[in-house]
């Protein structure tokens, strides 16, 4: 029987692995999540900030978060924060498959933009492929028995726009400035997403396990004026997204209000793709 609409939405209780759970949008996530009732665990290579965060959500009232150092690329790891949140909990509801490297163009990442293709190190290539694909994979992989015993669980990947589409280049040149690029590792490692949703919704049909990607446009997370308005001028809403605006799609696709939904790809990029 479908659930009545308030119910639909209600995470009540709902054991919620987050990786990248201290950066922008996994803090977000986390805190949203938490409104709706679940309990959050935030796994991120910056521990220190985790369990922050976790014992914030804690204190106020939101339900009980754990922070957990997890590095996503280590099998070991991934298996330690498996583990524990059952440990803690009793049980793991969902998968929030977050955690990515995507350099920002500010001065802190100077030089990190310079090479384009036809320089690109195998280093950067390799590193960048291990943490935004290969640890998607390990944590799917070790969350799975858990959900399989319990008969249901929800995994959603976090994709990119750059996945479905290339990047306009154009966006990161300044003027008197080397020319800077979004690295290729970022829309080859986003488009593969896609694919692992799809092997994973069809592989573990029948199961309980659903399997959906969210796909995210440009959110606003202290960009250049110019850079904001060159992006917004490319969406057909005209601007950059909330970081809310996406947790609240991610919300969605971790409720029963999304039960129908496997294999699927929710877009929420103000209509960049839809030119």
């Given at each position: 029987m479908t659930a009545?609409?308030?119910?639909?939405?209600?995470?009540?209780?709902?054991?919620?692995?987050?990786?990248?759970?201290?950066?922008?949008?996994?803090?977000?996530?986390?805190?949203?999540?938490?409104?709706?009732g679940a309990h959050p665990v935030l796994a991120d290579i910056d521990g220190?900030?985790?369990?922050?965060?976790?014992?914030?959500?804690?204190?106020?009232?939101?339900?009980?978060?754990?922070?957990?150092?997890?590095?996503?690329?280590?099998?070991?790891?991934?298996?330690?924060m498996v583990k524990l949140t059952v440990e803690n909990f009793g049980r793991l509801d969902g998968l929030v498959n977050n955690a990515a490297l995507d350099p920002k163009f500010d001065a802190a990442s100077a030089g990190q933009h310079g090479h384009g293709f036809e320089d690109f190190p195998l280093d950067a290539?390799?590193?960048?492929?291990?943490?935004?694909?290969?640890?998607?994979?390990?944590?799917?992989?070790?969350?799975?028995?858990?959900?399989?015993?319990q008969n249901h669980?929800?995994?959603?990947?976090?994709?990119?726009?750059?996945?479905?589409?290339?990047?306009d280049q154009?966006?990161?040149?300044?003027?008197?400035?080397?020319?800077?690029?979004?690295?290729?590792?970022?829309?080859?490692?986003?488009?593969?997403?896609?694919?692992?949703?799809?092997?994973?919704?069809?592989?573990?049909?029948?199961?309980?396990?659903?399997?959906?990607t969210l796909t995210p446009g440009g959110v606003l997370a202290g960009h250049d004026e110019d850079f904001v308005e060159r992006y917004s001028a490319k969406t057909v809403l005209g601007r950059m997204a909330d970081r809310q605006e996406i947790s609240n799609a991610l919300l969605f696709l971790l409720s029963d209000a999304s039960s129908y939904m496997t294999g699927a790809n929710l877009v929420v990029d103000g209509g960049w793709t839809a030119w």
């Open positions: 009545e609409l308030p119910q639909a939405f209600d995470l009540a209780d709902k054991v919620i692995v987050i990786t990248g759970g201290a950066g922008l949008l996994g803090e977000s996530h986390a805190r949203l999540l938490a409104q709706a220190d900030r985790a369990i922050e965060l976790a014992l914030e959500l804690t204190e106020n009232a939101y339900g009980r978060a754990l922070g957990l150092r997890v590095d996503i690329t280590d099998e070991e790891s991934v298996r330690r290539w390799r590193q960048a492929l291990d943490v935004n694909l290969t640890g998607m994979f390990l944590c799917a992989r070790e969350v799975a028995p858990v959900m399989l015993e669980g929800v995994i959603v990947n976090i994709a990119s726009t750059y996945g479905l589409v290339g990047p154009r966006l990161y040149q300044r003027p008197g400035q080397p020319p800077a690029y979004k690295p290729v590792t970022y829309s080859v490692a986003k488009a593969a997403v896609l694919g692992l949703t799809r092997y994973l919704a069809t592989y573990y049909a029948g199961r309980g396990i659903r399997v959906n």
